[in-house]
């Protein structure tokens, strides 16, 4: 049974490379309704990223997670932080929300640190990524949820990642995820704020007026 929300639960995750008018484009999105920005740019220098939120409206830095760049977070009052699969678990105590990726169920299910919210992917083939494929049986993903639903424990949200286009948002929320997490359906498209409102009215519980 899917959760109940008064809104959509949405996660989108910047290019990893240098996009024309992105400042403006993160706050169309946060004006169109959008739930967490990830500022995801591997290979950029601190002082592009400074460049980058110092071009963002303080009011949306809220809502702005980082990657790999954990010395800005003493800079900017952001969201929180995103950890790879593979980064190890801060020994202090970070600001604001702290999440995972993973990309194996038995990671998933064994793990016992401290997180908000967790993405679990590729669920299906890449939109941005060629070869990197669905890694999943829906079955398993079911089973998965549903086990956690029965036990009754405790666990962070759990958003679905790879390959998540509007038409299949109600699959991962069938399936037990929490919500989605987007990134080359959004980049590819000619207006990623456009496209974001596709997103959130694939959530049966969002009202289609404010959606647009």
Same mark, same amino acid.
């Given at each position: 049974?899917?959760?109940?929300?008064?809104?959509?639960?949405?996660?989108?995750?910047?290019?990893?490379?240098?996009?024309?008018?992105?400042? #403006?484009?993160?706050?169309?999105?946060?004006?169109?309704?959008?739930?967490?920005?990830?500022?995801?740019?591997?290979?950029?220098?601190?002082?592009? !990223?400074?460049?980058?939120?110092?071009?963002?409206?303080?009011?949306?830095?809220?809502?702005? /997670?980082?990657?790999?760049?954990?010395?800005?977070?003493?800079?900017?009052?952001?969201?929180?932080?995103? !950890?790879?699969?593979?980064?190890?678990?801060?020994?202090?105590?970070?600001?604001?929300?702290?999440?995972?990726?993973?990309?194996?169920?038995?990671?998933?299910?064994?793990?016992?640190?401290?997180?908000?919210?967790?993405?679990?992917?590729?669920?299906?083939?890449? /939109?941005?990524?060629?070869?990197?494929?669905?890694?999943?049986?829906?079955?398993?993903?079911?089973?998965?949820?549903?086990?956690?639903?029965?036990?009754?424990?405790?666990?962070?949200?759990?958003?679905?990642?790879?390959?998540?286009?509007?038409?299949?948002?109600? /699959?991962?929320?069938? !399936?037990?995820?929490?919500? &989605?997490? #987007?990134?080359?359906?959004?980049?590819?498209?000619?207006?990623?704020?456009?496209?974001?409102?596709?997103?959130?009215?694939?959530?049966?519980? &969002?009202?289609?007026? !404010?959606?647009?």
């Amino acid at each position: 049974m899917m959760r109940a929300e008064p809104f959509a639960r949405i996660v989108v995750i910047s290019s990893p490379n240098y996009k024309e008018r992105e400042a #403006a484009i993160i706050e169309e999105l946060m004006q169109a309704g959008l739930w967490r920005f990830h500022l995801r740019k591997p290979n950029w220098r601190a002082e592009e !990223l400074r460049e980058l939120l110092d071009s963002v409206p303080e009011e949306y830095h809220p809502r702005i /997670v980082l990657h790999r760049r954990r010395e800005l977070l003493a800079e900017y009052a952001l969201a929180g932080y995103h !950890l790879t699969s593979k980064e190890s678990y801060p020994t202090g105590k970070m600001p604001g929300t702290l999440s995972r990726s993973f990309h194996d169920l038995d990671d998933l299910r064994n793990c016992r640190e401290q997180l908000d919210y967790t993405f679990l992917g590729p669920i299906f083939d890449s /939109v941005s990524k060629q070869g990197y494929a669905a890694a999943f049986e829906p079955s398993d993903l079911r089973g998965f949820f549903r086990d956690l639903r029965q036990q009754g424990d405790s666990r962070p949200m759990t958003f679905a990642l790879g390959g998540i286009v509007p038409d299949r948002v109600r /699959v991962c929320l069938g !399936l037990g995820f929490d919500g &989605v997490a #987007a990134l080359g359906a959004i980049w590819a498209s000619r207006s990623p704020s456009r496209k974001l409102h596709r997103y959130i009215s694939a959530y049966p519980w &969002v009202d289609k007026e !404010l959606a647009g």
